[in-house]
């Protein structure tokens, strides 16, 4: 499989897999809670704490370990124990018991993103990243969808257990088809590829590595603009169908539907198409990537206001679809900054930084805030209390276009945190 295209193509199915094992139990979280008769912040517990608690801790060291290690090996490892404990948790009994199960689950997916950010990088040149970056995270949406379609209809008409042994067991069969793939050598695509062997140790520590990265103020403003794009972002999927079912009344099965239908199609569609425009930003710039997901930023605001503001099932839904492809346009065009500002020797740990802060922020702390402040304004009561609850969303797309606007502008004069003359400085 030397073919990067093709490579490329394995990758987005093993990403694919991986979201859908990551949302699937939104879908359920109705079923899950008249079973087991859990409060929104329990159900926010297990469909992000328990799955962030190591997924951002793991992610620096599985990204230092990307630098260092095969790549291809790790994502395969990582793929089989994600997908064994996605497939475990439908025989969990309790709240402890899934919770354990998506631990797990998080564990393994955090071998995923620094290790194939970093294979990608060394199959095409930067000119490319942002546009190949996003192909590979439409593996987002269409997992996403895939859970919504599958699981709703398998948890409708089997279980909620059942879907999760049909949708999770799967994926370590796909693990041994992974280790096809062949590794790349490191830098490759560079204009001027390092000069130390693919998996020479650096003499540099970690703590000092982690100081170079935090040291750059265009990284740290873009950090902060996409964690709070992804408070937005993930709320989608964990808060949108609940607040349709629960809140308007529209059926589990109808809400599964539309929201399979709304990221398969403009999810995917701005995911691999948003690379692209912030490419064509980019050339003209050296913020442009960021000046335009400040755009997308400003209008992801404008159409949670649309969502939070309508009652009409249509105008509903056709904000979801909005929503879908702009909560995920950013996805690419962030990481192939983290690319440009941390260069080749640092870019698994950049990539592991990224997804730590943007993840912590994003998936771990803001959904139980958000199913607390849920619980508290009753709003299995009074679907107008979710809708308030949920007004932290618009307002973060506000203070990300801010940060996003500043890093941008910061991107003009900076000069890669790898290069000799950066770490000079240090």
């Not at 709703?152 to 793939?181: D, K, Q």
């Amino acid at each position: 499989m030397r073919n990067p295209w093709l490579a490329l193509t394995l990758l987005l199915v093993v990403y694919l897999f991986n979201f859908l094992d990551r949302t699937l139990i939104f879908i359920l979280f109705p079923r899950i809670k008249a079973e087991m008769t859990f409060s929104d912040l329990e159900l926010a517990l297990l469909g992000s704490t328990s799955f962030v608690l190591f997924y951002t801790l793991l992610g620096v060291p599985f990204g230092r370990l990307a630098d260092r290690v095969s790549r291809v090996k790790l994502i395969a490892a990582g793929l089989a124990v994600w997908s064994l404990f996605s497939g475990l948790t439908g025989l969990a009994e309790g709240f402890w018991g899934i919770f354990f199960c998506r631990v797990m689950v998080g564990v393994g997916e955090a071998t995923l993103g620094p290790a194939a950010m970093s294979l990608i990088s060394d199959w095409f040149e930067p000119r490319r990243r942002a546009t190949v970056q996003s192909l590979f995270t439409m593996g987002i949406p269409l997992g996403a969808a895939a859970a919504f379609f599958l699981g709703g209809w398998i948890g409708e008409a089997h279980g909620w257990r059942t879907a999760f042994y049909a949708l999770g067991f799967p994926g370590v069969a796909l693990a041994g088809l992974m280790l096809l793939v062949p590794e790349p050598e490191r830098g490759a695509t560079e204009a001027q590829p390092p000069a130390t062997k693919p998996d020479a140790p650096e003499s540099s520590s970690l703590g000092a590595d982690l100081r170079a990265l935090l040291a750059e103020p265009a990284l740290r403003w873009h950090l902060f603009g996409y964690a709070c794009l992804a408070i937005a972002g993930n709320a989608i999927s964990m808060w949108v169908p609940s607040l349709l079912a629960r809140g308007h009344g529209a059926p589990l099965a109808q809400v599964g539907l539309v929201s399979a239908l709304a990221m398969a199609t403009t999810g995917a569609l701005a995911t691999g198409l948003g690379g692209a425009g912030a490419d064509w930003f980019r050339a003209r710039d050296a913020g442009g990537r960021m000046r335009f997901t400040t755009l997308t930023a400003l209008a992801t605001a404008a159409c949670w206001g649309v969502l939070l503001t309508a009652s009409d099932l249509s105008v509903l839904y056709a904000a979801l679809f909005g929503l879908a492809g702009l909560g995920l346009v950013w996805l690419g065009p962030a990481a192939a900054d983290v690319h440009a500002l941390v260069g080749p020797r640092l870019r698994g740990l950049g990539i592991a930084v990224y997804y730590l802060v943007v993840n912590l922020l994003g998936y771990g702390l803001a959904p139980p805030l958000i199913g607390r402040l849920s619980d508290t304004l009753g709003s299995a009561a009074d679907p107008l209390q979710l809708r308030f609850a949920l007004v932290v969303c618009p307002a973060a797309c506000l203070v990300a276009a801010a940060a996003l606007a500043r890093g941008a502008s910061l991107m003009r004069t900076h000069a890669r945190i790898d290069a000799p003359a950066a770490h000079a400085g240090h």
